[in-house]
T-cell receptor, first 110, second 113 residues
């Protein structure tokens, strides 16, 4: 089983739609979780951290479910500029390093 | 705040040649990472430095890859000799401390002919 698993997509949605991505992780000891965004041929950029209580930043909401070992990202009112690959990132407490998923590609269409 | 600087942006070499990449992290960041990102995959950690010490190089192919961060600031990653499967983007990242959110440089796109 991969350490961090994501549906590669692509998710093709119209502007204004709500879209959700899930990510599962295998290490139950993981404590830190992040979503990164990566545009085509660009470097990954931190989108948001994921807290146990969930967190919201504008149109973006992240949730953590420790019991089922998954995290989610919800994007409301999708914009064309949201088109990118979204990387789920989980810490490996033993190595104190981050493990990246392969990413979920989102394409928002006019 | 200046971001993570990497050079070169692009490099094309033939297999069996050598190549080196340079990274200057964000000022004050103790932890520096080198990642390999193959097309269609997420970044894979190659090596992690805490100041000038290696804390994790478990996924570094040590027969051909080497890295150093001698003064605890900038770092170099070398591949010698290169293989076709080394074609990838090499990303450098830094963070204030281990486990903290990481900030990435633009990466070096390496093509092996």
């Amino acid at each position: 089983r991969k350490e961090v698993e994501q549906d590669p997509g692509p998710f093709n949605v119209p502007e204004g739609a709500t879209v959700a991505f899930n990510c599962t992780y295998s290490n139950s000891a993981s404590q830190s979780f992040f979503w990164y965004r990566q545009d085509c041929r660009k470097e990954p950029k931190l989108l948001m951290s994921v807290y146990s209580s969930g967190n919201e930043d504008g149109r973006f909401t992240a949730q953590l479910n420790r019991a089922s070992q998954y995290i989610s990202l919800l994007i409301r009112d999708s914009k064309l500029s949201d088109s990118a690959t979204y990387l789920c990132v989980v810490n490996d407490p033993g190595r104190r390093a981050l493990t990246f998923g392969s990413g979920t590609r989102l394409q928002v269409q006019p | 705040e200046a971001g993570v600087a990497q050079s070169p942006r692009y490099k094309i070499i033939e297999k069996r040649q050598s190549v080196a990449f340079w990274c200057n992290p964000i000022s004050g960041h103790a932890t520096l990472y080198w990642y390999q990102q193959i097309l269609g995959q997420g970044p894979k950690l190659l090596i992690q430095f805490q100041n000038n010490g290696v804390v994790d190089d478990s996924q570094l192919p040590k027969d051909r890859f080497s890295a150093e961060r001698l003064k605890g600031v900038d770092s170099t990653l070398k591949i010698q000799p290169a293989k076709l499967e080394d074609s990838a983007v090499y990303l450098c990242a830094s963070s204030l401390d281990r486990g903290e959110p990481q900030h990435f440089g633009d990466g070096t796109r390496l093509s092996i002919l």
